[in-house]
């Protein structure tokens, strides 16, 4: 089983549609990323947490602890969200982790 | 933007052969990372380095080697590519600490004929 699972593998939405990705995780953890990457790009990150919430322009990103989990939520959707998105975390040691990554299309 | 960059970006191989790709930050940041990326299979760990002349091995760091001699670059070589090692690789790098980000190059695509 991996160490982090991400839900949905695929998602469609429609334009200004509200969108959440799941990451749920097995191991204990320092952290948790979430990274955006768009067809044939880089990796950028999007958020950072240890804790609690933040919140970036139509994103925001959770993660609670002791249920191992954090979610991705992306208001208003554009079809410029169109990424992959993937959830990694960091574990004892400082490796990272990652998710599958979940595949977003927008249509306008 | 982190000051991270990968070379080459785009090499293509004979079975066989030996090839390195090479990682090169300017953010005297302790941890570095190579990755492979594969559909169905998102990120995965190859080699890792916490220190310079301090390496570990990932979840698929067979047919792969790493050295790091000085803190800015991290090579990875593989030592005889075979086209299972046909993949986009990505080098990654972080500080110490909780709050530390992560940050990513823009990746080297190696094909192996």
């Known amino acids: 089983k991996n160490e982090v699972e991400q839900s949905p593998q695929n998602l469609t939405a429609q334009e200004g549609e509200f969108i959440t990705i799941n990451c749920s995780y097995s191991v204990g953890i320092s952290a948790l990323h979430w990274l955006q990457q768009h067809p044939g790009g880089g990796i950028v990150s999007l958020f950072m947490l240890s804790s609690g919430k933040k919140k970036h322009g139509r994103l925001i990103a959770t993660i609670n602890i002791q249920e191992k989990h954090s979610s991705l939520h992306i208001t208003a959707s554009h079809p410029r969200d169109s990424a992959v998105y993937i959830c990694a975390v960091r574990k004892n040691g400082n490796k990272l982790v990652f998710g599958a990554g979940t595949i977003l299309r927008v249509k306008s | 933007d982190a000051g991270i960059t990968q070379s080459p970006r785009h090499k293509v191989t004979e079975t066989g052969t030996p090839v390195t790709l090479r990682c090169h930050q300017t953010e005297n940041h302790r941890y570095m990372y190579w990755y492979r990326q594969d559909p169905g299979h998102g990120l995965r760990l190859i080699h890792y380095s916490y220190g310079v002349k301090d390496t570990d091995k990932g979840e698929v760091s067979d047919g792969y080697s790493v050295s790091r001699s000085k803190t800015e670059d991290f090579l990875l070589t593989l030592e005889s590519a075979t086209s299972s090692q046909t993949s986009v690789y990505f080098c990654?790098?972080?500080?110490?600490?909780?709050?530390?980000?992560?940050?990513f190059g823009q990746g080297t695509r190696l094909t192996v004929v």
């Open positions: 990654a790098i972080s500080d110490v600490g909780v709050n530390t980000e992560a940050f």
